[in-house]
Nanobody, 125 residues
Framework: QVQLVESGGGSVQAGGSLRLSCATS????????MGWFRQAPGKEREGVAS????????SYADSVKGRFTISHDNAEKTLYLQMKNLKPEDTAMYYC??????????????????WGQGTQVTVSS
């Protein structure tokens, strides 16, 4: 299993930006499908973005297209989520997730085997 540790959450005003990071360790896979999910209180955990560290185009939920960018630094073994033009509805706990198969779009939470502990993002109006 892959160890994942998120960081970078915080509180911002609407229109602001944040960058989340997810450090990976404890595995020998050459590449992974990695994704960002979020869960607001009382709501289901939803996929935000995903990408395969071996290459290919990333996938995004419609609600974040044009505002969020997922990327991966292979040397640092770190996944990022750059979030711009944040909205109050982006407020949630954000989780990094991974599995060692090809990415099927953002995918369902049930496709991912490994999860981080989450980092809170709060956007005020």
């Amino acid at each position: 299993q892959v160890q994942l540790v998120e960081s970078g959450g915080g509180s911002v005003q609407a229109g602001g930006s944040l960058r989340l990071s997810c450090a990976t360790s404890g595995h020998t896979y050459a590449s992974l499908c990695m994704g960002w999910f979020r869960q607001a209180p009382g709501k289901e955990r939803e996929g935000v973005a995903s990408m395969h560290t071996g290459g290919g185009s990333p996938s995004y939920a419609d609600s974040v297209k044009g505002r969020f960018t997922i990327s991966h630094d292979n040397a640092e073994k770190t996944l990022y989520l750059q979030m711009k033009n944040l909205k109050p509805e982006d407020t949630a706990m954000y989780y990094c997730a991974a599995h060692n198969r090809y990415c099927n779009g953002v995918g369902s939470r049930y496709e991912y085997d490994s999860w981080g502990q989450g980092t809170q993002v709060t956007v005020s109006s």
